[in-house]
């Protein structure tokens, strides 16, 4: 969350002034606020969907590509020495145009990534904006994400304004002025890119392989609300 990992910026540029020790300060986990988030969980849910059919498309590419080298390693003795080569050339093809798909789909910046980015902006955005008019009325000078990269190993209760995000969203809990018991947080699965299991049939260069030799190709193997404060 680029917005909500600002935050965290402005902090410590506040933290290396020396006004910054008169700023009145607090803390919310962004993770637990949009876990509460009924957007967020069917974004998630529309991500897992669509997560699970390309994964399906993989599958079945890696299927065919099997099927490839089975039938090449059943026919091989009958085969010439150029037939040889046309069809390792096939397989060769199909492994790469599999792992290319792949890295398409799951890949850095893939259509996964940027259908994540579609879908969750929206509601990240809206719990910045929470966040923002929360820490107007509370006079927040500085602002910490529980959930973003800094290390906080102790937090007061005192400081987490969590709760009052919620509020803000709509989405506070009728107990929130009693203490919350500790515990795990249940959020939604965020769906895991799966790793890449096809290698390209080519030699450290990148080539293809020599035809000189019967080249085997590869087979793949397939809480925590906190006290209210005023």
């Not at 099997?66 to 039938?71: A, E, H, P, S, T």
């Not at 290698?199 to 085997?216: I, V």
Request: net charge positive.
């Amino acid at each position: 969350m680029k917005k909500l990992h600002s935050f965290l910026l402005g902090a410590a540029f506040l933290l290396s002034a020396p006004a910054a020790v008169a700023q009145k300060f607090g803390y919310v986990d962004s993770e637990f606020v949009m876990s509460k988030m009924p957007a967020y969980a069917q974004a998630q849910q529309e991500l897992n969907t669509l997560s699970g059919n390309w994964q399906k498309e993989i599958e079945s590419q890696k299927k065919d590509l099997d099927k490839l080298y089975r039938n090449y390693q059943v026919e091989e003795v009958l085969l010439t020495e150029p037939m040889k080569k046309k069809r390792q050339d096939e397989i060769l093809k199909k492994e790469q145009d599999v792992k290319a798909y792949q890295n398409k789909i799951f890949g850095y910046e893939g259509q996964l990534f940027k259908k994540r980015q579609e879908l969750t902006k929206p509601v990240q955005d809206q719990v910045f904006e929470s966040i923002e008019k929360v820490a107007k009325k509370k006079q927040l000078g500085i602002v910490f994400d529980k959930a973003g990269d800094l290390t906080m190993l102790y937090t007061n209760p005192i400081h987490d304004y969590t709760e009052f995000v919620l509020e803000e969203l709509g989405l506070a809990s009728e107990d929130r002025n009693q203490p919350g018991q500790k515990g795990a947080v249940r959020t939604v699965t965020t769906p895991k890119t799966p790793a890449a299991e096809t290698d390209a049939a080519t030699d450290s260069d990148g080539s293809a392989a020599p035809a000189s030799k019967t080249r085997q190709p590869t087979r793949s193997t397939n809480t925590r609300p906190a006290s209210r404060k005023n």
